[in-house]
């Protein structure tokens, strides 16, 4: 039994969005039982090097709408990144949703062998067929964003487990 490149992708993306949503909302839930600034989770890092999880929120959306309008062919919807809040972290989610949910199965025919050409930063350049680009960059530059805000705010107390980092 084959699996299509759309299944491969955009159910795990809807999942772990869907999953990282419900993560932001237990924040904002313990921020406010806690009377904690919101700030203080949506500024928090893993160590002064990383990205905050504003950003790591923002990167997880990218590369879901990124990898899906590639291996389906369209163009990448543009963001701006002007999110400061939970509530603007939930529409960047809602909006990221929405698009990949826009897209059709029959869209990813001959993704697995398309050639996709990513530019990370200048000059850089990286050649995929579309099953590499999926399985060895899409997917775990992906996850590692999701994961990371999951354990962002596991680290600043919020009571979330396994079930809600997979979205059960």
Do not use: C
């Not at 159910?11 to 932001?24: A, E, G, I, R, T």
């Not at 160590?47 to 990124?66: C, N, S, T, W």
């Not at 850089?124 to 705010?153: C, D, M, N, R």
Request: aromatic fraction near 10%.
């Amino acid at each position: 039994m084959t699996i299509s490149m759309y299944n491969a992708s955009v159910p795990v993306f809807k999942q772990m969005l869907n999953s990282m949503s419900h993560v932001l909302s237990k924040a904002e839930a313990h921020a406010a039982e806690k009377k904690i600034d919101p700030a203080v989770f949506l500024q928090a890092r893993l160590y002064p090097d990383m990205f905050p999880l504003l950003r790591q929120v923002q990167i997880a959306a990218d590369f879901a709408k990124g990898v899906s309008a590639r291996l389906a062919n369209v163009e990448v919807p543009a963001y701006d990144d002007s999110e400061t809040t939970f509530a603007d972290l939930h529409a960047r989610i809602k909006t990221t949703l929405a698009f990949i949910e826009s897209i059709t199965p029959a869209q990813f025919d001959d993704a697995a062998e398309r050639e996709i050409i990513t530019r990370p930063g200048t000059p850089k350049e990286k050649k995929f067929t579309g099953l590499s680009y999926l399985l060895t960059y899409g997917l775990p530059q992906f996850f590692f964003h999701v994961t990371t805000t999951y354990a962002i705010l596991r680290h600043n107390g919020v009571e979330v487990g396994k079930g809600d980092y997979m979205g059960l």
